[in-house]
């Protein structure tokens, strides 16, 4: 049963926020991936360099079939290894994309270090999470949303326009951050030497 509505995206691009608005008008449970690995202990360990912890994601795939199993309903996972929701009972990923310059803010916000946002900046550029997303899953089922102008709301209005089959502007392909950046800043934010 194709019931599980996953979001995708670097962090800070949005979707905690996104999905608990999309819960709300759509009725459904929502699942944050990060919490839900933190409640279950599914760590492998840590990652000092990286100063975050390394999900088990075979155990969290495991938790997902069963939950998946256990619901007549469709329910919303969040979370920016949400691709790992198992082929059989994904209805649709979305993913949430953010300028790297607006999402530099929203991160230096949070207080995190110029490594680590650099690392984050990095992986939204080269479109990381919509390439997890593809690894695993049809293309028909994957899309993405640039955020950077959009309301939360609007958002989600993408997100049911996607949900009602009318979601063409949003196939994969159609955003690259990599023209709206001077090419000398793309190469210094590459060598982990500038934020943008
Ligand atoms: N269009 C938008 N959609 C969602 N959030 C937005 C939008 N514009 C600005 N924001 C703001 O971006 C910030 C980051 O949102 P949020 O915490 O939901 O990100 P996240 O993707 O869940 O991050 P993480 O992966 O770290 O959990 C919030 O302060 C939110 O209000
Ligand atoms: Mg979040």
């Given at each position: 049963?194709?019931?599980?509505?996953?979001?995708?995206?670097?962090?800070?691009?949005?979707?905690?926020?996104?999905?608990?608005?999309?819960?709300?008008?759509?009725?459904?449970?929502?699942?944050?991936?990060?919490?839900?690995?933190?409640?279950?202990?599914?760590?492998?360990?840590?990652?000092?360099?990286?100063?975050?912890?390394?999900?088990?994601v075979d155990q969290?795939?495991?938790?997902?079939?069963?939950?998946?199993?256990?619901?007549?309903?469709?329910?919303?996972?969040?979370?920016?290894?949400?691709?790992?929701?198992?082929?059989?009972?994904?209805?649709?990923?979305?993913?949430?994309?953010?300028?790297?310059?607006?999402?530099?803010?929203?991160?230096?916000?949070?207080?995190?270090?110029?490594?680590?946002?650099?690392?984050?900046?990095?992986?939204?550029?080269?479109?990381?999470?919509?390439?997890q997303a593809l690894?695993r899953h049809d293309?028909?089922?994957?899309?993405?949303?640039?955020?950077?102008?959009?309301?939360?709301?609007?958002?989600?209005?993408?997100?049911?326009?996607?949900?009602?089959?009318?979601?063409?502007?949003?196939?994969?392909?159609?955003?690259?951050?990599?023209?709206?950046?001077?090419?000398?800043?793309?190469?210094?934010?590459?060598?982990?030497?500038?934020?943008?």
């Amino acid at each position: 049963m194709k019931c599980i509505l996953a979001i995708s995206g670097t962090p800070g691009t949005g979707k905690t926020e996104v999905g608990q608005l999309l819960a709300k008008h759509l009725k459904t449970q929502i699942l944050e991936l990060s919490d839900f690995a933190k409640q279950k202990q599914l760590f492998l360990g840590k990652d000092q360099d990286r100063d975050t912890f390394i999900v088990d994601v075979d155990q969290l795939r495991h938790f997902l079939v069963d939950l998946a199993h256990r619901s007549d309903e469709r329910f919303i996972v969040v979370g920016h290894f949400a691709d790992e929701v198992p082929i059989d009972f994904l209805e649709l990923i979305v993913v949430l994309r953010s300028n790297p310059v607006v999402l530099t803010q929203r991160l230096l916000q949070r207080g995190w270090t110029h490594k680590k946002i650099l690392e984050n900046i990095q992986a939204e550029i080269l479109g990381d999470c919509t390439a997890q997303a593809l690894t695993r899953h049809d293309h028909s089922k994957v899309f993405e949303i640039d955020t950077t102008n959009l309301s939360p709301e609007e958002t989600v209005e993408a997100i049911e326009k996607i949900l009602a089959g009318k979601g063409n502007q949003f196939v994969v392909g159609e955003i690259s951050w990599l023209h709206t950046l001077d090419p000398k800043l793309l190469h210094q934010i590459m060598e982990e030497r500038r934020l943008p």
